[in-house]
């Protein structure tokens, strides 16, 4: 009796159809919504599930740092090994020679994540035609973290695995509804794949959280075939970025570029010579305004006086944190 309101462990088919038609308009690839995707219980249950689907003990997989901190643990885990990689400071940009460098046997699979989170930095075409070269005649995975596939500024656009069809066939590729419809406390979000790689994640899936819970899924199958719900999230974002930052352009924080998510960075070494967890812990204390230490996002911590805020808020959150920071000293 209890089993009969449960949707397919792969979840609601008409949320899957609704996802492949919006996949079809952003990226003009054909998904078929029976063997290439899966609803999960959010993004980061989506990348520990492929991680575990194709990890073994030894294995390594490829990062880039500043990471989205539920990266390491994931490899940890799996008995495998983090190899980071540190992105290029101040753009956060990477370094595909080091990555060629980095590449071993036991290497397993990369992780990219654009747009990215703690930076805000996104991978250009050029980037994926230089991981495709990479990874071209080898039997690497990839996966890819693109929850914030919406939250895209400045006129660029976002370069998902989705338009790369043979990239496709050896990625698990994760997206987040809560990232994309402003309900992160839902945890619904998809993994998209091959259809072998699904059935395979699919066999870690079902033993864990088996399904998700049907209303939430029912009521997304029907709101997303509204474009507009997601088409104009980027502009509505990047205008808090810019308000945000126009709000700190009288204070010594020097911003760093962001062209996508929630977050941008900034520099306070013009303000103190304090370690980035020193500072942030400060701030708090003395200003009433939390940021996180990019620090924080790094294996062994790099400390480049670099915090990240959060500027996903009201407007009038936004210009009280910036009336206390401008105190700052």
């Not at 209890?2 to 990226?27: D, S, T």
């Not at 992780?111 to 994926?128: K, R």
């Not at 890819?144 to 596939?149: K, L, R, T």
Request: aromatic share 12%.
């Amino acid at each position: 009796m209890g089993g009969i309101n449960i949707p397919h462990m792969a979840g609601y088919m008409p949320l899957r159809e609704a996802i492949a038609r919006k996949v079809q308009f952003l990226y003009t690839t054909e998904l078929n919504p029976e063997t290439d995707i899966t609803v999960t219980p959010g993004g980061t249950y989506a990348l520990y599930t492929a991680l575990t689907t194709i990890l073994q003990p030894g294995d390594e997989v490829i990062l880039f740092e500043p990471a989205y901190d539920s990266y390491l643990p994931g490899i940890e885990a799996n008995q495998a090994t983090a190899i980071p990689i540190p992105l290029s400071f101040p753009g956060y940009t990477v370094d595909w020679a080091l990555v060629r460098n980095k590449i071993t046997e036991r290497t397993k699979a990369i992780i990219i994540n654009s747009p990215h989170n703690p930076t805000g930095s996104i991978l250009s075409n050029e980037d994926i035609l230089e991981l495709k070269k990479i990874v071209d005649d080898t039997d690497l995975y990839i996966i890819s973290d693109e929850v914030y596939e919406h939250l895209v500024f400045d006129g660029l656009e976002h370069n998902s695995i989705l338009r790369y069809p043979d990239l496709l066939s050896r990625s698990f590729v994760a997206f987040s509804f809560g990232k994309n419809y402003h309900c992160t406390g839902w945890k619904l979000g998809y993994c998209i794949s091959s259809p072998y790689l699904m059935s395979e994640f699919r066999k870690v899936h079902q033993y864990n959280s088996f399904s998700c819970d049907t209303p939430k899924q029912v009521a997304l199958s029907t709101f997303m075939n509204v474009k507009e719900h997601y088409l104009d999230l980027g502009n509505k974002m990047q205008q808090k970025r810019d308000y945000f930052k126009s709000l700190l352009s009288t204070t010594q924080l020097k911003p760093l570029i962001s062209h996508g998510s929630y977050f941008q960075c900034y520099s306070f070494e013009e303000v103190s010579d304090e370690k980035e967890k020193d500072f942030a812990i400060r701030l708090t204390k003395e200003y009433g305004v939390t940021a996180i230490p990019v620090s924080a996002f790094y294996k062994n911590a790099t400390d480049n006086k670099v915090i990240r805020f959060c500027f996903a808020k009201q407007n009038a959150t936004l210009e009280e944190a910036a009336r206390r920071l401008s105190k700052l000293k």
